[in-house]
């Protein structure tokens, strides 16, 4: 009997979260033949990320996963793909297990046979957050232990999620030509030749963009930037005093703009792959431009009291320890910090050092065990010891 797991997850705002747990249940279905039932309350933005789901669907099988709606209110439903004992159980980013699932736990506690409860939580660079890694945490009314799951970037971390044969994926499609073209010809983008470099932008409203903007325009190197539709475009639009939207191909001076559409996980990763230098943001578009192996500058999920630039901080010293570079440390707060205004002329001169710095980091990443690994083998050691 393969090993059953429920991952739940609600949509606040944005994708990262649906984009992680979606990642996560491909992962343990993919790699290690787990059962997965994915509940998300929100189809709708989900099926951007997973163009082939059907929002309109309570209940479909997507690739080797089942994915359900999550009525919040809807108490007692249980999927028929959902009767059977749970092995694991994933709390996505804190979003709180409906109480027939705790109690259906409950349950298999008291039959001998609990699932293990993992919380998992945000992702973060700072040392708490290693130092809390598979904490347990007795829930107050029926004693069943949650475990505390960060997803992190050292070896005691809860790790990165990274599936088994993605770099040799990434290192064939760059070394492509074909396989390239065919991408470009199916995002409709005729000819990326005439250009020096290409840039991936992909962030919240962020007043920086201008600034990068001018540079960009004024350079003596052409530049293509590719927008994935979104938050972005507000900013850029003013910038160019003209609202864009999909499909639009603008330029100005060394500045050519195209405007994508929303791309698939899986083509996302290939622009990521195929640009100098990415633009990312939140939790797990940042994770995959690391993958990429390029040049990234990262703009934090915005927090009150300023919590993110800490958490920005934390990253950027952690990187520091494998290789420091000045300009992309000064970049980064650029992107992320009012306070910070350096022009981007010069940082660009750099990009070759941070293609170097990129790869490094890339290469003591990998040598780490992916997040699936790492939570495999914690699931395989808690239930030996309650054979025991
Ligand atoms: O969308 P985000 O801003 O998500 C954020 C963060 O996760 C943040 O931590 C969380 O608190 C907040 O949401 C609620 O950025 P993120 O995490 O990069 O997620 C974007 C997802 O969208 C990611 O899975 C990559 C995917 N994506 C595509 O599939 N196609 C695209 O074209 C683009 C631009 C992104």
New binding site residues.
Partial sequence: MPIQCAIYCTV??????V?VCWRLARQLANEHDVNVTLWIDDLVSFSK?APSLNPNLAEQPLEKITVCLWHKDDRDRLSPTHQNPLDIIIEGFGCRLPDFVIHKMAQQAKAGKPPLWINLE?LSAESWAVDCQAMPSPHPQTGLVQYFWFPSFSEKSGGLLREANLIERRDEFQSNIQAQADFWSKLSVTDTRPFDRKISL?SYENKAIHALLDTLAADQQTTLLLI?E?KALADVSHWLGQTLSQGDCITKQALTIIVLP????QD?DRLLWICDLNF???????I?AQWAGQPLIWQI?PQDDEAHIVKLNAFIDIVATINQNDSWQTMMLTWNTANYVHQWANALNHLADWQIMAREWQAFLTAQPSLTTKLMQFFHLKHSLSDK
């Fill in positions: 606040i705002d944005n994708f990262g979260d984009g990320l945000y992909f994935p979104g929303f791309l698939s996980h996302y990312v943001r939140g939790e797990d578009s940042v995959r999920y």
